[in-house]
């Protein structure tokens, strides 16, 4: 357990004696440490695009002694080199870099991969690529009817799709939950004001998925749901079951939707209309002062 008071105050001081505090958090966004010193860091941050992270550190100090990070990030693959004489990542983790700095909001970001170089069994550093958080949003379907998916799962050793007589199998056997999928044609459509229509879609998709999953409480992501008030232009979105961020990011810059994505901590302000206790991605969708 994470006692987050003293970890906001060793956060606070980190800021007050180098200007940042720069850590690695775990799958549910938890810290689980403080990164080395910075060599470099580039983290532009755009609208209603994801961002990218690219950060290098030092992880072996003068004296020779690795920091942990490494036993996070590379570890598994320590010792195995590619072709290209660098050390080959772990990738089959989530793993988040959070930054702080005085006066800004927290910005965290989804490591995709990480760069060692340095001694096969000994790196000097590491340089760890990501994506922001809006990003998360592609890992699931815009879903064109939600209330169909369900939560019971059947075994499937062999896709239904074709004669049975073919004998062609799954490699490895599958659960599988019944769904509906919309098409276009069929017009499964949202209408109404942009930031609303959009806040509609993503907060549904999202509901749906958790909820075949058989997560209800907790949600690790959820969706900020107080409007900004301003004046919204109306569209339509037909959602077509695709990666939610790519059917949602034209339509919300045509309309000068902002949506973005931040992890709230306890001890971070509160979100209205959200209880939220545990490490939590917060989606926000407004609507811009001004449409473009």
Same mark, same amino acid.
């Given at each position: 357990?994470? /006692? ?7 956060? =606070? #001081?980190? @800021?007050?004696?180098?200007? #940042? ?14 990164? *080395? *010193? ?5 983290? $532009?941050? &755009?609208?209603? /695009? ?20 490494? &036993? =996070? ?5 320590? !010792? ?6 660098k050390l080959v990542p772990v990738a089959d983790q989530t793993r988040f870099v959070a930054i702080e700095r005085a006066g800004v909001p927290r910005r965290v970001y989804w490591v995709t991969h990480t760069v060692a170089r340095g001694d096969a069994d000994a790196p000097a550093t590491l340089t760890i690529h990501g994506v922001g958080l809006t990003k998360l949003l592609s890992r699931f379907p815009a879903m064109s009817a939600p209330t169909t998916w369900q939560q019971s799962f059947k075994r499937f050793e062999r896709d239904w799709v074709g004669p =049975? ?6 490699? #490895? *056997? ?8 919309? +098409? ?6 949202? /209408? ?22 058989? @997560? ?7 969706? %900020?749901?107080?409007? +900004?008030?301003?004046?919204? *232009? ?8 695709? $990666? ?9 810059? %045509?309309?000068?939707? @902002?949506? &973005? ?8 302000? $509160?979100?209205? !209309? ?9 989606? %926000?969708?407004? #609507? %811009?002062?001004? +449409?473009?």
């Amino acid at each position: 357990m994470i /006692d987050w008071t003293a970890h906001r105050k060793h956060r =606070e #001081q980190a @800021i007050a004696d180098t200007g #940042q505090w720069v850590g690695l958090l775990d799958a549910d966004g938890s810290p689980l440490m403080d990164l *080395p *010193p910075v060599v470099s860091m580039v983290a $532009p941050e &755009t609208r209603n /695009d994801p961002g990218s992270l690219e950060l290098t550190v030092l992880c072996r100090s003068s004296r020779g002694i690795i920091h942990p990070a490494v &036993t =996070e990030l590379v570890a598994k693959q320590l !010792g195995v080199l590619s072709p290209e004489g660098k050390l080959v990542p772990v990738a089959d983790q989530t793993r988040f870099v959070a930054i702080e700095r005085a006066g800004v909001p927290r910005r965290v970001y989804w490591v995709t991969h990480t760069v060692a170089r340095g001694d096969a069994d000994a790196p000097a550093t590491l340089t760890i690529h990501g994506v922001g958080l809006t990003k998360l949003l592609s890992r699931f379907p815009a879903m064109s009817a939600p209330t169909t998916w369900q939560q019971s799962f059947k075994r499937f050793e062999r896709d239904w799709v074709g004669p =049975e007589n073919t004998k062609v199998v799954f490699s #490895q *056997p599958r659960e599988l939950a019944g769904m509906k999928m919309v +098409t276009v044609a069929d017009g499964a459509t949202l /209408d109404g004001p942009a930031e609303a229509t959009i806040r509609r879609l993503i907060t549904e998709s999202l509901a749906a998925a958790f909820r075949v999953a058989g @997560i209800t409480k907790d949600l690790p992501i959820q969706v %900020a749901a107080t409007p +900004t008030g301003r004046p919204s *232009p109306r569209i339509l979105l037909r959602p077509t079951d695709g $990666p939610l961020l790519e059917e949602i990011a034209q339509p919300a810059a %045509a309309a000068g939707v @902002i949506i &973005t994505a931040r992890m709230w901590w306890p001890g971070d302000p $509160p979100v209205t !209309g959200l209880a939220l206790s545990l490490p939590t991605v917060v989606v %926000a969708v407004e #609507q %811009a002062k001004e +449409t473009p």
